[in-house]
């Protein structure tokens, strides 16, 4: 089975400041895709990033992008810029490529001070 | 396109009632999904679907039902309400094929349930 760690439960960030988020998972598949979703106060849960393990290449959205380590199985997230509007919990989340089911971690509660 | 949508927003059952929680997607997606969020935690699936009239146990099915009948809808029924099934219920669905897969599961707005 699939399992997803989010170490860090809360981070906090200036307006206009970087942060990075921390997401480790362990898994003996080699094709999978890796997420991170983002659920504000209203819940709802909306994409941020996705990336398919095949492509070395770090997949990027805007101000937002991952520094992704198969080897070390490890996906980090990177806000730059960060806005009022990107305070959010923050969910990592696992599916293999043979499979559609979702494997979440247990999120990390961003904030963004003004 | 309305998305997923999932109704009732918020719903307060006594333990041993049932209730039906309901979905729509109008995205023609072949796979929907049902997972609980419990407080301060992730999601967890409950039950999927890959089309209607297929329907699998996902990883906390226990206490839950489900049905596809359509390629729209995806009721799930809490039959016998516990406090332990007070979460938050998602809807979600995706397409998958053999020619085209698109990985990104849409999510509804979520259904808050309390039982007491």
């Known amino acids: 089975a699939q399992t997803v760690t989010q170490s860090q439960p809360e981070m906090s960030v200036q307006e206009a400041e970087t942060v990075t988020l921390s997401c480790t998972y362990d898994?003996?598949?080699?094709?999978?895709?890796l997420f991170w979703y983002k659920q504000p106060p209203s819940r709802q849960m909306i994409l941020v990033i996705r990336q398919e393990a095949y492509k070395q290449q770090n997949a990027t959205e805007n101000r937002f992008s991952v520094n992704f380590q198969k080897a070390a199985k490890s996906f980090s997230l990177k806000i730059s810029d960060s806005q009022l509007g990107d305070t959010a919990m923050y969910f990592c989340?696992?599916?293999?490529?043979?499979?559609?089911?979702?494997?979440f971690g247990e999120g990390t509660q961003l904030t963004v001070n003004p | 396109n309305a998305g997923v949508t999932q109704t009732p927003k918020f719903r307060i059952l006594k333990i041993g009632q049932s209730m039906t929680l309901q979905c729509t997607q109008d995205?023609?997606?072949?796979?929907m999904y049902w997972y609980r969020q419990d407080p301060g935690m992730g999601l967890k699936l409950i039950y999927y679907s890959v089309g209607a009239g297929i329907t699998d146990k996902g990883e906390v099915p226990n206490g839950y039902n489900v049905s596809r009948s359509t390629t729209e809808d995806f009721p799930l029924r809490l039959e016998l309400a516990a406090p332990s099934q007070t979460s938050v219920y998602f809807c979600a669905s995706s397409y998958r094929s053999g020619v085209r897969n698109q990985e990104t599961q849409y999510f509804g707005p979520g259904t808050r349930l309390l039982v007491l």
């Open positions: 989340a696992f599916m293999k490529h043979v499979d559609s089911r979702l494997t």
């Open positions: 898994t003996s598949e080699n094709n999978y895709y």
């Open positions: 995205m023609n997606h072949n796979y």
